[in-house]
C-alpha cells in the first residue's frame, strides 16, 4: 500500500480534475442537450432536422475517437483546443445527445392538455416550453440525467489516452512506476464506484424530494 500513501497528493490531484472535468462535461452536456432537445420538438422542420443529426451523430462515436479529433485532428483545421479542453468538448458532444433524448421523452411525457391550453390563451411556444414544459419533463428525468453525470465521471477516465493528467493517467504512471497495477488501479476503480454510487444516491435523494413537493401541491 506504500504506492498509495507515498502518493497521496499526486492521486487527489488526479481526482479533483476528474471531477472538474466530469462536472464541466455534464454541466455543458445539459445546457446544450436541453437546447438540442427544444429543437426536436420545435414546430420548425428544419430545427428538428437539425436536433435528429445531431443526436445520431453524438450517439454514435466513441468517445475517445472524438477526444483524439479534438485534441489533434481539429489544430490540423486551425482550431485549437487544449488537452483539457479537448476532453470536455468530446465528452459534452458525446453527452449532448443522450442529455436531449433524456430531456425530450421528459418533454413527451408533459399532458397535451397543458400544451393545448397554453396555445389557447396564446402564449408563445418559447414561453411554453421554458415555464411550462421544461420544468415538469426535467424533473421527471432526475434519475436518467444523474445517470448521464456518472457516465461523464466514468468517461472522463479515456482523457488518460490524450495526456490529461486526471485519475486514471495518474493511476497509469503510478502502476509504471511502481509496477503496482493491482493496487493502483484497484484504489482507482473502487473511487470511481464510490463517487458513482454517491451520485445516485443524492439523485435518489432528490427525486424523492421532487416526487414530495409535487405530491404536496396535488
Known amino acids: 500500500m506504500n504506492v498509495i500513501t507515498d502518493n497521496l497528493a499526486a492521486l487527489a490531484g488526479g481526482l479533483g480534475l476528474t471531477l472538474v472535468l466530469a462536472l464541466c ?4 452536456a445539459l445546457l446544450l442537450g436541453t437546447l438540442i432537445a427544444v429543437c426536436r420538438v420545435s414546430p420548425v422542420p428544419p430545427l428538428r ?4 443529426v445531431w443526436v445520431n451523430v453524438a450517439c454514435n462515436i466513441p468517445v475517445l475517437c472524438l477526444m483524439i479529433l479534438f485534441a489533434f485532428g481539429l489544430p490540423r483545421a486551425g482550431v485549437h483546443f487544449s488537452l483539457f479542453g479537448a476532453a470536455v468538448g468530446a465528452l459534452v458532444l458525446s453527452a449532448s445527445g443522450f442529455v436531449c433524448e433524456t430531456v425530450r421523452s421528459g418533454i413527451n411525457s408533459v399532458p397535451r392538455g397543458q400544451i ?3 396555445r389557447a390563451l396564446g402564449l408563445p411556444f418559447g414561453l411554453i416550453i421554458t415555464q411550462i414544459v ?8 432526475v434519475q436518467p440525467l444523474v445517470n448521464i453525470l456518472i457516465s461523464c465521471l466514468i468517461g472522463s477516465s479515456l482523457a ?3 495526456g490529461v493528467p486526471e485519475l486514471t493517467n495518474i493511476t ?3 502502476n509504471l512506476r511502481y509496477a503496482e497495477a493491482v493496487v493502483t488501479f484497484l484504489t482507482s476503480g473502487l473511487t470511481y464506484l464510490v463517487i458513482a454510487f454517491g451520485a445516485t444516491k443524492l439523485g435518489g435523494l432528490l427525486e424523492q424530494r421532487l416526487a414530495s413537493v409535487k405530491g404536496v401541491r396535488a
Do not use: D, H, N, V
Not at 462535461?25 to 455543458?28: D, M
Open 160 to 162: 488518460a489516452a490524450i
Open 116 to 118: 393545448e391550453a397554453a
Open 134 to 141: 421544461l420544468p415538469q419533463a426535467l424533473a421527471r428525468t
Open 25 to 28: 462535461a455534464y454541466a455543458g
Open 49 to 52: 432536422a437539425l436536433g435528429a
Open 172 to 174: 497509469q504512471q503510478l
